[in-house]
Every structure is written in structure tokens, then in C-alpha cells.
């Protein structure tokens, strides 16, 4: 039998940063227990915007418990400018995971979408309407949420996909 | 009468992070407290060296309670992926002064050479050379340490200038 496994999923950003907890359950059934994106207004000033996603994502995964962090491996950005920018965001997220004690598991954006549309070269607009298509109406219209739970749904199809081998 | 002032300067890196002490008292005399490198294996996952690096940090800072965290305001770096590891690292860094609640105060490395050496285009050997005359002994041949006194350094001496315009 599947034991229940509880997983957020996080699509950092220094202005949006997408979350989503998925939940798979008894017959590989999985539902969405909350999603959202937290908005950091460019006024603020940079360290404020990382110290809320810090403390936001401490406080989701503080109140729901996940057994682990799915997160998109980055390897590049546009310029050094935008990758400086996305990497403080994300390592902000990432110590959120770190010091609430849950591990952090990284796939490429390669594997999200295969994992979720069963096609490595989908386009953003194919992901989000396969992930309204899987986890239904609990899906925001806001591409950082959905970006979010189709890493997290990665996670838990990866996992199954790990079990059904160790089985054969 | 100048009031006894304490910050961390901080030198970010994924592979070495440096950080250094310094507090100014009376007379504007300058003395460094600690200075060291949190050396991080490339063979460690990258999100425990990030753990590291602010685990680390959040220690010292409860230690010695500086009054704010100077750090080098990077705009631009080699490339994406080494800007990505860098913004990463920086994160961690910020946010151990975000959850100790100091602030954070930035400088470009324009500014850091400035106030260190008296010349915006010193070499990296130069401003270590002049961290050693203005420090003494305290001072480690790592250049990761002498870089995060550089920028404590430089924000005691902007404190001392603005100080001054004040005065007038």
C-alpha cells in the first residue's frame, strides 16, 4: 500500500514566489492543500522581500508539515543580473526547507514537464492546463502557483515511479 | 563623543564565505573582534553548504551582536551560473541578518575600495595590504576574511563621514 506523502512545491522569485502542498493518498489519488503566490513589491527594499519569503514558506510548511521541498534545478537565466536576483530569492526558499529540518529535491525543467505533460518540450500554457486537468479547481489562474504544483506533482510521480521499480 | 559600534562584515561565497568583527570605539580606534572563513566542500550538497553558511552566521551574530551586517552590493558577476550559486550564497548570508533582525547595509565594490584604500580602482592585493596596516595582526592571509573586513571597514568609516556632515 501507498503511505501518504505530503510534498510543497516552490517556484522562487525576488518578485513572485509560487507555492503549492500536494497530498498523494490512497490509490495514488492526489489532492492540492493549499496554493498560492506570495507578491513582493519592487518598492520594498530587496532584504525585506527575501526575509518574507523566508517567513512565508517557514509558516506554510510550519502549519502543514511536508516530508520534503521540490524545487526547479536551475542552471541558467537570461543575464548574470536576473540569475543574482533569482538565486537569492531561491536560497532564501531553499533555508526555509533547510531550517524547518525537510529535505530538498531538484528536478530540471526538463523533468517537470515530462513528468506532468509526458512531453520535455511543452510550452508554460501546456504545463498550467495539465495541472488544472490533475488537480482541478484548486488551481489559482496565477502561473508562479501552478509552476509550483506541477513541481511538487513532478515529486510525487517521480516517487511513484521509484516504488513500482523497487517492487519488480 | 562617538558611541562604541559593532558590525559584521560578510563576503559571500558558495565554496568560502568570510565574515569578520569589527567594532569602533573610542578615539575612532578600530579593532577586529573575529575574522575567519566558512570553508564549504564542493563534494557537500549544495543546499547543506547553504545550511552551513547560515547556520554559521546566525551563530556568530547571537555571539557577538553586532548592530547591522556590511556586505558587498554585487551587481553583476562572470556569468549566469556562477551568479546563480553566488545569489544563493548571498541569500543565506542576508538572511541571517534578517532573522537576527539587523539590518543590512550594502556597497558597491567602488565604495569598499574607497574607504579602505582612498582609491576606487585598488587592486584586491592593495585593499588586503591596506586591511593589514589599518587592523594589525588580527588579520588572516585568507582573502575572503580580509574582503568581509574590508566591507565592515567601510561602513564604519561612511558611519564616521556622515557623522561628521552631521556635525556641520
Redesign the interface.
Known sequence: MMERKRIIGVDPGSLHTGYGIVESGKGGLIRVLISGTIHLSPRKPF?ER??LI?RELVKIIKEFRPCGMAIED???????????????????A??S???EGIP?YEYSPLEIKQAVVGYGRASKNQVHRMITTLLGSHVPGDSHASDALAVALCHLNSEKLRNLSKVR
Do not use: H, S
Open positions: 532584504t527575501l526575509g523566508f536551475v542552471f541558467c537565466a537570461a543575464n548574470p543580473k536576473t540569475a543574482l536576483k533569482l538565486g537569492q530569492a531561491r536560497g532564501a531553499l533555508l526547507a533547510i531550517t530538498v
